[in-house]
């Protein structure tokens, strides 16, 4: 946000307070203020104006300068109603030079996950994507991938959700059925795109599709997926993609951390998988990750570490 409107909003937030009041605060003109103002309300702020001055009654849900407004992170906030893909608005804008933007829509019409696969994003989600330009070599851009899934994790944890991390992108709430097998429902996934060389990363751009305030029977039922709706009755989704963003951002800063925080909340280790790579089936239990992301898979025979590959969660084999 820029750092006028931010301290504009401050004051209207403390408010009432008036125009010739604000101008001599900010030391800028009276046309200045009634700008900022009305670029304000543009945005959904519900800016009252009365005798004893402006103030703020009401912030928009959802937006790029509620979310940015006192988000205790660098990023600038580009918002949409709705777009195809945060992503490839996300690729677009690094392409232009950009670092540090977050885009973030409350629907997508064209999303997709890891593989290619459709991504049902309807009105009510968190659909985002983080652009940054990290000094760090490509083998490590898998790190934010497990980066952004642990700060999805923590925050529907603080939201009251059982939220764990599914190798290697998805966050998943467990669940009980009537037959007492447990089921794992997707909350959210991960799609971490890059470019840049061996040595060094030109960009990153990290996905997450969060089923926030969206009701689980809008979604894919094949999907198994689950909503922070469904499962909290809702989120204030300002709060909670700020709180994504600025654990995030934390992460990025400590990638040293990451592995360790991933292994808090994973729901893959000690489990029997399958992994789908490249190479072929990869059949055995999962009894580790490690730094940048990758499984470690026993088989029996060896310990294999896979890179990449669709992970499938197995039952336990019968003694």
Known sequence: ???????????????????????????????????????????????????????????????????????????????????????????????????DVVVLADEQTGGRGRLDREWSSPSGGIWLSVLSRPDIPATHAPAYTLAAAVAVARAAREAGVDARIKWPNDVVVPDTGADGETVERKLAGILTEMEGEADRVSWVVVGMGINANVDPGDLPSEAEPTTLLGEAGGVDRRLFTQRVLEEFDELRGDLDAVVPAWREYATTLGKRVRVDTPGGDVVGDAVDVTFPGALVVDTGDERVTVTAGDCEHLRPVEE
């Open 1 to 99: 946000m820029q750092e006028t409107r931010e301290r504009v909003l401050d004051a209207l937030a403390d408010g009432p307070i008036t125009g010739p009041e604000l101008a001599e605060r900010l030391d800028v003109s009276r046309a200045a203020v009634w700008k900022h103002v009305e670029a304000l309300r543009d945005e959904g702020f519900d800016v009252e104006s009365g005798s004893d001055g402006y103030a703020v009654d009401e912030f928009p849900e959802f937006g790029g300068s509620t979310v940015e407004y006192g988000l205790e992170a660098p990023f600038e906030v580009e918002f949409h109603d709705s777009i195809p893909s945060t992503n490839a608005r996300a690729r677009d804008l690094a392409q232009e030079g950009a670092d």
